[in-house]
C-alpha cells in the first residue's frame, strides 16, 4: 500500500470516528433528557399523591426528593454532555474536510500520473 493511500485510510478512519463520536454524544443527550423528563412525571405524580409539593416542607416525599436529586444531576450531566458535543462536531467538521481535501487532492494527483503517462507513451511513439 502507497504512503498516500495509508494516509487517506487514516484521515477516513480518524473522520468516521469522529462522526460516530457526535452521534453517540447526541444519542446518550435525547436518553437523558427521556429519563429527566419520565423523572419530571414520576415526581409530579409522588407529589399529587401525597398531597405535598413544597420541597422543604418536612413531610414531602423521600422518593421525590431522590428523583428530583437524579433530575439534577442528568441535567447536569446533559449540559457537560452538550459542551462536548460542540467540541465534537467542530472536530468532526474539521476531520471530514481535511478527509475531502485529501481526496481531491488524491483525484488530481491521479490525473496529473496518467497525463504524466500519457505525455511519456506518446514521447516514445513520436
Known amino acids: 500500500m502507497k504512503p ?33 423528563a419520565d423523572l ?3 415526581i409530579a405524580n409522588e407529589e399529587d399523591r401525597t398531597g405535598v409539593k413544597d420541597r422543604h416542607h418536612f413531610a414531602y416525599s423521600t422518593f421525590a426528593k ?10 447536569i450531566s446533559v449540559d457537560d ?5 460542540a467540541i465534537a462536531v467542530q472536530e468532526r467538521d474539521a476531520a471530514v474536510a481535511l478527509l475531502s481535501k ?12 496518467r497525463r504524466r503517462g500519457e505525455n511519456a507513451l506518446d514521447a516514445r511513439v513520436g
Open 102 to 113: 485529501s481526496e481531491t487532492g488524491e483525484i488530481r494527483e491521479t490525473g496529473r500520473s
Open 81 to 85: 454532555l452538550r459542551a462536548k458535543l
Open 4 to 36: 498516500r493511500e495509508s494516509a487517506l485510510r487514516l484521515k477516513r478512519f480518524d473522520a468516521e470516528e469522529k462522526i460516530r463520536k457526535v452521534a453517540d454524544l447526541e444519542s446518550m443527550i435525547r436518553e437523558f433528557d427521556q429519563m429527566a
Open 66 to 75: 431522590a428523583a428530583a436529586q437524579r433530575r439534577d444531576n442528568l441535567a
Open 40 to 42: 419530571d412525571r414520576q
